[in-house]
């Protein structure tokens, strides 16, 4: 191998690298904003349809919600109660122009009003609470790590 080709792989090698180190990456704070935001959407659309496939495809493997009334769940629970269709959800959304998302370098929190409304065993709920879901970049892309969510809201606070 002549010294130039041994240069160029070495330089065609260096360019790989540094893609492979930026493939999560959106084009910059803004890009990174849309992004989460758009995969937050996401996710709620998932939740509210019970589609598991999506929801396995957000969520961290360590994931942990913490609701305000200080249960905890994990993602392998969120997942079979997708599946097995435990609540129906006719809204699971983020109310309009409540979201805001935070971006820090690696790590993401959208925070918003969600609309709730469903039934449980055959008994409807409809509420809405404040959350903050936040995520990190990993190789893979944007993963949601940890949710927290708020108690219902008064009915009169939620307008």
């Given amino acids: 191998m002549t010294r130039r080709s ?4 070495s330089i065609t090698l260096a360019v790989g690298v540094l893609a492979a180190a930026t493939a999560g990456r959106a084009t ?13 959407t996401t996710y709620q659309a ?11 495809r957000i969520l961290a ?5 913490v609701t305000g009334r200080g249960r905890v769940f994990h993602k392998a629970e969120l997942l ?3 599946r097995a269709g435990q609540e129906g ?3 699971q959304a983020e109310e309009s122009g409540t979201q805001a998302v935070r971006v820090w370098g690696d790590t993401a929190v959208v925070t918003a009003l969600l609309r709730v409304k469903g039934a449980r065993a055959g008994r409807p709920f409809e509420y809405r609470l404040w959350f903050s879901d936040t995520y990190v970049r990993t190789p893979a892309g944007w993963r ?3 949710g927290q969510a708020s108690l219902p809201l008064p009915a009169e606070a939620a307008r």
């Fill in 28 to 40: 910059g704070p803004a890009g990174d904003i849309r992004a989460v935001a758009a995969l937050d």
């Fill in 89 to 91: 959800y006719e809204v």
């Fill in 61 to 65: 493997d360590d994931f942990t919600l």
């Fill in 144 to 146: 949601y790590v940890f």
């Fill in 46 to 56: 998932a939740v509210e349809k019970n589609d598991a496939a999506t929801m396995d």
């Fill in 6 to 9: 041994l240069y160029l792989r």
């Fill in 80 to 82: 079979g109660d997708a």
